[in-house]
């Protein structure tokens, strides 16, 4: 079973610093997608950053980068220039394909709130 | 939340009332989810349909039924509410890159 790890429930930081998320997650599969999603107060589902596991390069997205060690099962999100608008709930998510073979689903870990301040 | 449409946006149920939520895409994907979210915890998946006519369980499909009439609309039923199904309701869609998911602006179930 595929199991997603955020140790983090809470985190902060000031505007226009460096923040780092982390999440680890448990699989037996070789090729899989991981990704993150911000929840912010309107509860949508928003997607940040995604990686493919084959890719040894981390993804970026503006100021959002990954930090993806395969081995380790590690899935870290680094937010850079942190905003007031990056105040969030972040959820790392894995992709997992069913056992009826008929499609791929999400497997999401607890989240982190994250509140940046001014 | 251009792409999928839930409806109601809010819900306030007695114990043992039913309900439908219902969700529609426009995007002609043959693949619907319904996830559910409770308080402190990410999504889990319901039930998912990968065309139309055909419908799976997830990880936490108890409680509910799901139905996949045709490729755009993806319903899912609560026959008798509990407490325990107050939650917010996600119905998803694959985004625009292989494996993604794209999310429905959710619906929020209160059951006393």
């Known amino acids: 079973a595929q199991t997603v790890t955020q140790s983090q429930p809470e985190m902060s930081v000031q505007e226009a610093e460096t923040v780092t998320l982390s999440c680890t997650y448990d699989?037996?599969?070789?090729?899989?997608?991981l990704f993150w999603y911000k929840q912010p107060p309107s509860r949508q589902m928003i997607l940040v950053i995604r990686?493919?596991?084959?890719?040894?390069q981390n993804a970026t997205e503006n100021r959002f980068s990954v930090n993806f060690q395969k081995a380790a099962k590690s899935f870290s999100l680094k937010i850079s220039d942190s905003q007031l608008g990056d105040t969030a709930m972040y959820f790392c998510?894995?992709?997992?394909?069913?056992?009826?073979?008929?499609?791929?689903?999400?497997?999401f870990g607890k989240g982190t709130s994250l509140l940046v301040t001014p | 939340n251009a792409g999928v449409t839930q409806t109601p946006k809010f819900q306030v149920l007695k114990t043992g009332q039913s309900m439908t939520l219902q969700c529609a895409q426009d995007m002609n994907h043959n693949s619907m989810y319904w996830y559910r979210q409770d308080p402190g915890m990410g999504l889990r998946l319901i039930y998912y349909?990968?065309?139309?006519?055909?419908?799976d369980k997830g990880e936490v499909p108890n409680g509910y039924n799901v139905s996949r009439l045709n490729k755009r609309e993806f319903s899912l039923r609560l026959e008798s509410a509990a407490p325990s199904q107050t939650s917010v309701y996600f119905c998803?869609?694959?985004?625009?890159?292989?494996?993604?998911?794209?999310f429905g602006p959710g619906t929020r179930l209160t059951v006393l």
């Open positions: 998803a869609i694959p985004g625009t890159r292989l494996n993604e998911q794209f």
């Open positions: 998510a894995f992709m997992k394909l069913y056992p009826s073979n008929s499609g791929y689903a999400l497997n």
């Open positions: 349909s990968a065309s139309e006519g055909t419908t």
């Open positions: 990686q493919e596991a084959y890719k040894q």
């Open positions: 699989t037996s599969e070789n090729n899989y997608y």
